[in-house]
C-alpha cells in the first residue's frame, strides 16, 4: 500500500466537509496502521443515504438472518434474569442502556427490566441518532422513567459518569466483544479490563448486566456469522466512506467478507478482502489496495468465562449471578465493589436523597 501527499499538489479535489474522526480512522485502515476499530462506523447511522442505510442492514441481520444466533439466546437469557433482578439490584435504580439499538430491543430487553425495578430513569447511549430519537419518541408512551438520549460512543475515555448515582448498566448482543484491537493483539486482558472501568464508571459504580459469547466452534461461529445480511451490513461501511468522505476514485463494491477465526486470541475477526487493485485518493493522500489484500474491520471476541471472570476482578468488578443458557452465551450480573447499596429501596432512597 502505498500514499504520497506530496505530489498531489496539482491534483484538483472537491473537498467536502466530512467527520474528521471517520477521515482519520478510513485513512488508518487503508495504510494499515490500526484495526479492527471500524466497529463505530460499521453501527453508526450514516449522515446521508447511499446504497442502504447501516441501521437497516443491522435490522436485516438481528430479524431475517435465522442463523445468527445472538438476538435470541439474549432474549432467553433475559427472560430468566427479570424477575431474578429484583433480588440483587434495588428497586428505582436507573437503567444505562449500552448500545440503544433498533426499538424492537427496547420492546423486548429493556421495557421488562425498567418495569421489574419501577427504574426512575433511563440513560440510552448511542452513537446513532436515528436510534436516539427513536427511544425520545417511544419511550415517554410505555414508561414513567424519565427518558434521557445520550449521543456518544461508550467504549470512549472520553465519556464521563452519566448517572448520577449508583445505575444499572446494560449491554447485550455480546457488544463487550466489539472491543478495539489488532489480529494479534497480546494485551486484550489490559484492553478489556480499561473498558470495563470505563463502563462501571458510567453508571456511578453501580451493577452490570452483560450478556457473553463464549463459544469457540468455529462452524457454528462461520454459520452465524458468514451470510449475506452479515456480509452486507460490515461492508456496507466503504459504501459510506465513499458517500461522507473526500474520495476519488474508489470503488466500494470491490471487497469481499473474508472473516477469519483466532483461536488463540479468542477472536472472531470481521475482515475484508479487495476483489481488485485500486487505486483513489483520500482528502491529500494517493493511496493503493492490492487485490487479496485484507482490511481487518472489527472484532467479535469471544472470551472464555475463566478470562472474563478474571478480568472482572481486575476491574474491581464482583460477580453476582450467571444465567447460562445451552448455547455458550452467558449472561453476567455485575457489581462495582465501590458500590455499597443493595436490594432494598430503603437504601438506595436515602442514597439518593
Known amino acids: 500500500m502505498t500514499y504520497n501527499q506530496a505530489n498531489l499538489s496539482t491534483i484538483p479535489f472537491a473537498y467536502q466537509e466530512c467527520d474528521n474522526v471517520f477521515f482519520d480512522c478510513a485513512l488508518d485502515l487503508f495504510m494499515q496502521l490500526r484495526s479492527g476499530h471500524i466497529g463505530k462506523y460499521i453501527y453508526e447511522s450514516a449522515n446521508s443515504s447511499y446504497q442502504k442505510s447501516d441501521e437497516h442492514v443491522w435490522l436485516d441481520v438481528v ?7 445472538l438476538p435470541s439466546q439474549d432474549n432467553n437469557l433475559l427472560h ?6 429484583v433480588d440483587l439490584v434495588p428497586e428505582g435504580t436507573p437503567i444505562v442502556d449500552f448500545g440503544v439499538g433498533e426499538t424492537s430491543a427496547f420492546y423486548q430487553n429493556i421495557l421488562p427490566i425498567l418495569t421489574h425495578l419501577e427504574s426512575a430513569d433511563y440513560y440510552g447511549i448511542d452513537c446513532c441518532q436515528r436510534y436516539l430519537e427513536a427511544i425520545k419518541e417511544i419511550g415517554p408512551k410505555l414508561t414513567d422513567a424519565k427518558i434521557h438520549a445520550i449521543n456518544a460512543d461508550f467504549f470512549s475515555e472520553e465519556i464521563d459518569i452519566v448517572a448520577p448515582h449508583p445505575s444499572l448498566g446494560i449491554m447485550l448482543c455480546s457488544t463487550i466483544g466489539n472491543l478495539e484491537g489488532t489480529i494479534r493483539e497480546k494485551t486484550i486482558d489490559t484492553n478489556l479490563v480499561h473498558v470495563l472501568r470505563i463502563l462501571s464508571r458510567t453508571t456511578n459504580h453501580g451493577w452490570m448486566l452483560m450478556s457473553v459469547d463464549m463459544s469457540h466452534e468455529k462452524d457454528a461461529l462461520m454459520a452465524g456469522y458468514v451470510t449475506p445480511a452479515v456480509e452486507k451490513f460490515v461492508l456496507n461501511v466503504f459504501h459510506r466512506a465513499a458517500k461522507e468522505l473526500p474520495m476519488k476514485g474508489f470503488d466500494p463494491s470491490l471487497f469481499r467478507y473474508t472473516p477469519e477465526w483466532i483461536p488463540e486470541n479468542q477472536l472472531f475477526a470481521h475482515i475484508a478482502e479487495a476483489t481488485e487493485t485500486q ?8 493511496l493503493q489496495v492490492q487485490k487479496g489484500q485484507k482490511l481487518h474491520l472489527l472484532n467479535s471476541y469471544k472470551f472464555s468465562a475463566p478470562f472474563f471472570e ?11 449471578q450467571v444465567w447460562d443458557h445451552e448455547s455458550p452465551m452467558k449472561l453476567y450480573l455485575l457489581k462495582d465493589r465501590a458500590n455499597t447499596l443493595s436490594a432494598t429501596t430503603d437504601e438506595l432512597v436515602s442514597s439518593v436523597a
Open 63 to 69: 430479524e431475517n438472518n435465522k442463523t445468527y444466533y
Open 279 to 286: 487505486n483513489f485518493q483520500l482528502g491529500d493522500y494517493q
Open 310 to 320: 478474571s478480568c472482572c476482578d481486575k476491574a474491581n468488578l464482583d460477580v453476582l
Open 80 to 85: 430468566k434474569a427479570h424477575k431474578g433482578l
